[in-house]
T-cell receptor, first 113, second 116 residues
């Protein structure tokens, strides 16, 4: 079946550090891949997405590349800010479509000033 | 006005109470969802409605009863809940998701439920 595995947190970084949050998936065909972010006290919101192999999603300085060969979609940012402190969720929608978007367990990021 | 609005934002209820959570989406989407988010557990999909028809019910106890009167509104009726039902309940919506269509989900801010 389809699944998403992301690195356990929390991840604690100093401001301006480089961020990587690993995400790997299991799915048949070519699912769509997403990163959602949840800021304290809020719901999830889409951060970026990629719908086919080798696509790079990017937003707010964050990037992730759809790697079919390694079934990965790692989230990166070159220089984090305190305001990036949040929980990050990797997710996939199966290639067959449908409503069963699969979410990872979430990775909490703390950024210290 | 935000795309998906939920009310109330916070609710405290006793185990014998009956209450409802309300969700409204202003995005013109065809599908609406209820998710449960508990501490230390992955996001759990509870119900999905597409064009006002329930298409997904993930073994949710009958003390949770969804209602979708139209494609813009979704309710979650709560009755005789247990303390372990305390969680953040997230409503969401998306455009219809056929095969080959990526399904971006738009979430509300959630309703924090505490059962005492």
């Amino acid at each position: 079946g389809n699944s998403v595995t992301q690195m356990e947190g929390p991840v604690t970084l100093s401001e301006e550090a480089f961020l990587t949050i690993n995400c790997t998936y299991t799915a048949t065909g070519y699912p769509s891949l997403f990163w959602y972010v949840q800021y304290p006290g809020e719901g999830l919101q889409l951060l970026l997405k990629a719908t086919k192999a080798d696509d790079k999603g990017s937003n707010k300085g964050f990037e992730a590349t759809y790697r079919k060969e390694t079934t990965s979609f790692h989230l990166e940012k070159g220089s984090v800010q305190v305001s990036d402190s949040a929980v990050y969720f990797c997710a996939l929608t199966p290639a067959t479509g449908g409503f069963k978007t699969i979410f990872g367990a979430g990775t909490r990021l703390f950024v210290k000033a | 006005e935000t795309g998906v609005t939920q009310t109330p934002r916070h609710l405290v209820m006793g185990m014998t109470n009956k209450k409802s959570l309300k969700c409204e989406q202003h995005l013109g989407h065809n599908a609406m969802y209820w998710y449960k988010q508990s501490a230390k557990k992955p996001l759990e999909l509870m119900f999905v409605y597409s064009l006002e028809e329930r298409v997904e019910n993930n073994s949710v106890p009958s003390r949770f009863s969804p209602e979708c009167p139209n494609s813009s509104h979704l309710f979650l009726h709560l009755h005789t809940l247990q303390p372990e039902d305390s969680a953040l309940y997230l409503c969401a919506s998306s455009q219809d998701s056929g095969a080959g269509v990526e399904n971006t989900i738009y979430f509300g801010e959630g309703s924090w439920l505490t059962v005492v």
